[in-house]
């Protein structure tokens, strides 16, 4: 798979920070790539960058193979910040249209464009509210639309969920899919992890201007993992001393246990035969984004407590 961004050894200093620290990574033509990072971490400054609204002290950007160029490049991007950009006494139709000829469209182009983006997502019957009448979720619908509507190749996403309720979450979850099944690329920031678990292939944490960690979701799970497992049984046992394992939890028959050096899963699973109990699920506990998140950001450790099974 080819590469949409690239950004080697971005720098950008302000007088008493170093809000980017010579940050390198890739995103894949099609992904849906998280940023993360605490506040402060740098994210927002590297989201400037990449939109030409900052320029890096040092370091590049290659955007679709080519160097950035800010001026003629920044229509093949679509940005929606976390703080909107729209103008609450302009009608919303009138908003978008003008919007999305800035973007580039012919009035023709936008018209048709929006009217699709609306209907897809009921907006129809809000053409001549106001900005300033719309609840801070239907503000998010529209800042969506105006964000995607010109069919950009990078699309940034800054806590595209917030305000929405369930129904349009979902909805816009669903979007997010289809524009990179389409072939757009998503950069997805936000602090919610279990979104970014569900959402996205592969992320960068960024933290104190730089990179603590890049990879995969799954892989940095595994990464990180610490040899735990779940365990349910019809009956629990009257004895639970072995020396595979120690136990970490127990709720009614279920246990949590971490297995012992030098031994394996194999050795559990041995141990609760043995018992003659009728075991009905086991599963290893993988940490969750959060908790990797706490770990490195704050360099706390996670409880293992905290952990949840990938499978009930």
């Known amino acids: 798979m080819s590469k949409i961004l690239e950004l080697k050894n971005l720098k950008k200093y302000y007088?008493?920070?170093?809000?980017?620290?010579?940050?390198?990574?890739?995103?894949?033509?099609?992904?849906?790539?998280?940023?993360?990072?605490?506040?402060?971490?740098?994210?927002?400054?590297?989201?400037?960058?990449?939109?030409?609204?900052?320029?890096?002290?040092?370091g590049e950007i290659i955007l679709d193979g080519q160097q950035f160029d800010p001026v003629n490049d920044i229509i093949k991007?679509?940005?929606?910040?976390?703080?909107?950009?729209?103008?609450?006494?302009?009608?919303?139709?009138?908003?978008?249209?003008?919007?999305?000829q800035l973007?580039?469209?012919?009035?023709?182009?936008?018209?048709?464009?929006?009217?699709?983006w609306f209907k897809r997502l009921e907006m129809e019957s809000w053409w001549n509210k106001k900005v300033e009448d719309l609840s801070k979720g239907m503000s998010q619908k529209l800042q969506?639309?105006?964000?995607?509507?010109?069919?950009?190749?990078?699309?940034?996403?800054?806590?595209?969920?917030?305000g929405l309720d369930p129904v349009n979450a979902n909805l816009i979850k669903d979007e997010i899919y289809g524009l990179a099944q389409r072939g757009?690329?998503?950069?997805?920031?936000?602090?919610?992890?279990?979104?970014?678990?569900?959402?996205?292939?592969?992320?960068?944490?960024?933290?104190?201007?730089?990179?603590?960690?890049?990879?995969?979701?799954?892989?940095?799970?595994?990464?990180?993992?610490?040899?735990?497992?779940?365990?349910?049984?019809?009956?629990?046992?009257?004895?639970?001393?072995?020396e595979a394992?120690?136990?970490?939890?127990?709720?009614?028959?279920?246990?949590?246990?971490?297995?012992?050096?030098g031994k394996n899963s194999n050795d559990v699973l041995k141990y609760f035969i043995q018992q003659n109990l009728t075991i009905e699920s086991f599963n290893e506990v993988l940490p969750t984004l959060n908790d990797i998140f706490i770990n490195l950001v704050d360099g706390t450790k996670a409880t293992t407590r905290a952990f949840q099974p990938i499978n009930d």
């Open 15 to 58: 007088a008493t920070q170093k809000a980017v620290d010579d940050i390198s990574f890739s995103i894949e033509k099609g992904s849906i790539f998280g940023l993360l990072g605490p506040n402060g971490a740098g994210k927002t400054t590297l989201l400037r960058m990449i939109t030409g609204i900052f320029y890096p002290d040092q």
């Open 77 to 100: 991007i679509g940005y929606m910040p976390e703080e909107r950009g729209l103008y609450k006494k302009m009608k919303i139709g009138d908003q978008a249209l003008y919007l999305a």
């Open 103 to 116: 973007k580039g469209l012919s009035k023709s182009e936008a018209m048709e464009k929006i009217k699709f």
């Open 144 to 162: 969506f639309v105006i964000t995607v509507l010109h069919e950009p190749k990078l699309i940034i996403l800054d806590e595209p969920f917030s």
């Open 184 to 242: 757009c690329t998503v950069i997805f920031s936000t602090h919610r992890m279990e979104q970014v678990e569900e959402i996205c292939d592969h992320i960068v944490l960024v933290n104190l201007g730089k990179k603590i960690l890049d990879g995969t979701v799954s892989g940095i799970k595994q990464q990180f993992k610490e040899n735990i497992y779940s365990i349910k049984v019809q009956e629990m046992p009257a004895d639970l001393n072995s």
């Open 245 to 261: 394992f120690t136990i970490v939890d127990q709720t009614a028959n279920i246990l949590t246990v971490k297995i012992n050096e």
